[in-house]
Nanobody, 112 residues
Framework: QVRLVESGGGLVQAGGSLRLSCVAS????????MDWYRQAPGKQRVLVAT???????NYADSVKGRFTISRDNLKNTVYLQMNSLKPEDTAVYYC??????WGQGTQVTVSS
């Protein structure tokens, strides 16, 4: 069983920054691929960033140059550093572990 807990969301003005964290805990699991998704009200959940075991990263075009995904394997934690935030970044952000375990999400709201 695995529990994923996101934190770091909140309300920020346009141009500001937030750092999201997702910590995996439990037993009987290992950390492979970790991802961040987001879902705005009334819209589908979309991939924001992914980081593989070897450290390779990929980003959605909408966040390239502004967001950075990283991981700490010893802490079973993935981070999403979000800079130069825009109102269109407003969404619930979810982390995903090994392509099928999901966290509950953390709200990010960017005011204009």
């Amino acid at each position: 069983q695995v529990r994923l807990v996101e934190s770091g969301g909140g309300l920020v003005q346009a141009g500001g920054s937030l750092r999201l964290s997702c910590v995996a805990s439990g037993s009987g699991f290992s950390v492979n691929t970790m991802d961040w998704y987001r879902q705005a009200p009334g819209k589908q959940r979309v991939l924001v960033a992914t980081i593989a075991t070897g450290g390779r990263t990929n980003y959605a075009d909408s966040v390239k140059g502004r967001f950075t995904i990283s991981r700490d394997n010893l802490k079973n934690t993935v981070y999403l550093q979000m800079n130069s935030l825009k109102p269109e970044d407003t969404a619930v952000y979810y982390c995903r572990l090994n392509t099928f375990w999901w966290g509950q999400g953390t709200q990010v709201t960017v005011s204009s």
